[in-house]
């Protein structure tokens, strides 16, 4: 079955700090990786887009990676601001002939404190 | 340059009721995908479509059904509307419909059903 899970599912942490967030995934046939800021009631922002042969990709103070053998991928964020405060996504793209599926994580939800 | 929209912001329908959501990409893309939002978790993969035909489908019942037009705008038809169709629905477009092309989330249609 096509699972993407994220964790931690929430996690709180004070301005300044770095953090780490986690996606595993068993999608396949594997096609990209792709890491979303969503705001409250907004629509998702995308971060970084890795393919199979990427393991690391850079925007700003976000830094994803990806292992392909493993099937696992992360997003290390560097000095938090108060305005990462978001839900963050991890979303698996499988695509094949002329198909494709997209399949979500459920996101961790990250809280900067002052 | 105007990003993806989509219309209504907002929607109250009833048990039973059909709805329809609309969606304009951004101005060169020719792929438009839909996804379900339920408050709290990660969107769900609805459909994808390109050049007018649909290219992915996610685990939706039949009630859902979607169309691309000529000019690459997309709606999306819900009939015998259930109380767990509530959600935020979300559209994004990109320049191609498959692989590693960016998608771009609009910010969603809140559809409440009473």
């Known amino acids: 079955k096509n699972q993407v899970e994220q964790s931690p599912q929430s996690l709180i942490i004070l301005e300044g700090k770095n953090c780490t967030l986690q996606c595993n995934y068993t999608v396949s046939p594997f096609s990209n990786l792709r890491w979303y800021k969503q705001d409250t009631g907004r629509g998702p922002v995308s971060l970084t887009i890795m393919t199979f042969s990427e393991n690391t990709k850079s925007n700003g103070r976000y830094t994803a990676t990806l292992d392909a053998d493993t099937k696992q991928s992360s997003l290390h964020i560097t000095a938090s601001q108060l305005s990462d405060s978001a839900s963050y996504i991890c979303?698996?793209?499988?695509?094949?002939?002329?198909?494709?599926?997209?399949?979500f994580g459920s996101g961790t939800r990250l809280s900067i404190r002052p | 340059d105007a990003g993806v929209t989509q219309s209504p912001t907002h929607l109250i329908k009833t048990r039973g009721q059909h709805v329809t959501l609309r969606c304009s990409p951004i101005?060169?893309?020719?792929?438009v995908s839909w996804y379900q939002q339920v408050l709290g978790q990660g969107p769900q993969f609805i459909f994808q479509?390109?050049?007018?035909?649909?290219?992915g489908r996610g685990n939706f019942p039949d009630r859902f059904s979607a169309r691309q037009f000529p000019n690459y705008s997309s709606e999306l038809n819900v009939n015998a509307l259930l109380l767990g169709d509530s959600a935020l629905y979300l559209c994004a477009s990109s320049l191609e419909g498959l692989g590693s092309y960016e998608q771009y989330f609009g910010p969603g249609t809140r559809l409440t059903v009473t």
């Open positions: 479509y390109y050049e007018k035909e649909e290219r």
């Open positions: 979303v698996v793209s499988s695509s094949y002939s002329s198909a494709s599926k997209i399949i």
């Open positions: 101005s060169g893309h020719k792929s």
